[in-house]
Every structure is written in structure tokens, then in C-alpha cells.
């Protein structure tokens, strides 16, 4: 097993007017080597608020990609591993206000849009695209196979382009994603051209839903090909992903149990996941791939990064 550790810098940016400067990226590269990390992954963005999250932006804020790579390096990080992008996110420079897969009219912007990753992500030493496969659940929509074919359409023409840029495209399913079990996962995967499209498996979002990410793991594990490492305190008992905007209702505002935060880091003694028996499996399947930690919903991002890193260095390297 080649197991390369990155880190998911999205926990930084928790609102509109957090991590926009670059001293705020720089203190967030420097704490993260200070813990143990030499790869990043960035969330997909829009507008000036999130320069580091479209081309555009960051060739505005740091003169070129080569000049974020720089800057990036004077502060011992050497890659950015992925990008992760939400198709139903508004994209303010393209006048997109929430596109779906499941939209074949949405194909050839999504596709656009996208582009500009893969072409970047070699320079920046990395090789993972990964989005959101599927839109929230919905009563207006089951994961049929006419469903899922609408979706693989999609993600098979971007992983088709992406391949051509040397970069590989992973389908992530969150706890709020309309997918539920490892059936409806398989049956987009199925779908998808193995060889352009892969799956990002998601330890917490997978133990959230109700699943159990080692059996995910191992199930998917030849279509498995980017990981986002992190642990999770509970589960959607209720159901609550039927929420209207459950992300926002459900993840951020704690659902009708007023739960503070869903995830929590690697070590925490309360965590779902066991993260050693994880990683464990990925050893026995043979994976060679990133595995991005992350600790969303962390009030106090550089204070997680030290407690993630710690567990790496210390308890699973044990």
C-alpha cells in the first residue's frame, strides 16, 4: 500500500469572510507542516471570497497557478492532491446558480466548468478530481436506472476529459446526497467507465448515513481511488437528509436533536469510524492512493490539524 496523506483546507473556510487573505492561507500552510502534511486539498469556489477556489481567482490573488505553488512551497507544501467540486454550488463568473448531473442540459457547463481543474491540478503535483455524484435526496427523484444513467452521462464525459489531463475522477456520496446505500452507489458506478471514473469513499458522511465504511471499502475497493479520512460523533437516525436543505438544517443547524457538530477528529474516543481497522483494510485491499484527513465543522481548524496529525504519527503508524 502507497497511502500519501493530503489535508482538506474547506474546515478554513466557514463563511464569506474567513480565509480570503493570503496571510490566512499562508498561516494555514505553515500549521498544516507544522503537523505533519505536505499536500492540501481545495474546495471548488466562486468569487472573491474563495481565491483559492477557481483559476481565475488565483492567478488574480497570486499572479499564476505556478506563483500559489510557490508560495505554497516556501511553506513546505509540495501538492495540492484534489480539488472537490458541488455542481449544486452557485458559480458566480458563469451565472450558475445550482447545476445537477441529472440535467443533461447542465452536462456541457458542468463539463466547462471542470476543465479548468484537471488542466491545473498536474501543475500543482496532483491528479484527483472529485465531486458531488448525485443531488440531495428528493421525493422527485429514486435511483432508478434511468436516473443513474443521466448522472453517468454526465460524470463519464468529465472523466473522459479529465483522463486526457492526467487526472483521475472520483464520485463522492455525502450523507445528504440522495444516494442511501451501497446499492444505489454501485448502481451510478456500473454505469461509469472504469477506467475515467472512480469512487472517493468517505469514512464519516459513509457512517453518518448508517454504513459501514470498511464493508464500503471493500465492496467498491477496485473502484476505489481517492479517500477522505474522518471520523463522525453520530448517526442520521431520523432520517434527516429529507430535510429541505439539509445541509444547512440538518449538518449546520443540528437537525431536531440540536446537534452541535456531526464529525469529529481521527482519535476522538466517541468516534463511529474506527479508523485503524480502516486503514487496515485499505492495506489488504492494496490501495495506493491520497487519503485527504479531514475534520469539517471543526471550531478551531489548526487545533484539529495538531490532533490528526498527532494520531497519524503516533497511533496509526503504531
Known sequence: MTLRYSYGLNQWNAGHDRFVLRDDHVRAFKTLNACGFDSVEIPCGSGRWEPLGRKDWIEKFYGSIRGLKDVMADCG????????????????????????????????????????????????????????????????????????????????????????????????????????????????????????????VDTADAAIMGLDPVALYRRFAARVIHVQLKNALHRDDLGEYRLPFPAKFMLGGGGARHIARWYCELGDEDGLVDIAEFRAALAAGGYDGWAVVESDQSPEPATSAMLNGWYLKMRAAA
Open 77 to 200: 507544501i509540495t501538492a495540492v492532491s484534489s480539488f472537490i467540486f458541488n455542481p449544486a454550488e452557485p458559480i458566480f463568473e458563469e451565472g450558475a446558480f445550482g447545476l445537477s448531473p441529472l440535467e443533461p442540459a447542465h452536462h456541457g457547463r458542468i463539463l466547462q466548468t471542470l476543465r479548468q481543474y484537471a488542466a491545473i491540478l498536474p501543475e500543482l503535483g496532483g491528479d484527483r478530481l472529485v465531486v458531488r455524484a448525485l443531488p440531495d435526496w428528493s421525493a422527485n427523484h429514486v435511483c432508478d436506472t434511468a436516473t443513474m444513467q443521466l448522472a453517468a452521462d454526465c460524470w463519464n464525459a468529465v472523466g473522459a476529459m479529465a483522463m486526457r489531463e492526467g487526472v483521475r475522477l472520483a464520485l463522492n456520496f455525502d450523507c445528504v446526497t440522495m444516494a442511501r446505500d451501497e446499492d444505489d452507489m454501485a448502481a451510478l458506478l456500473d454505469l461509469c467507465d472504469p477506467a475515467a471514473v472512480g469512487l472517493s
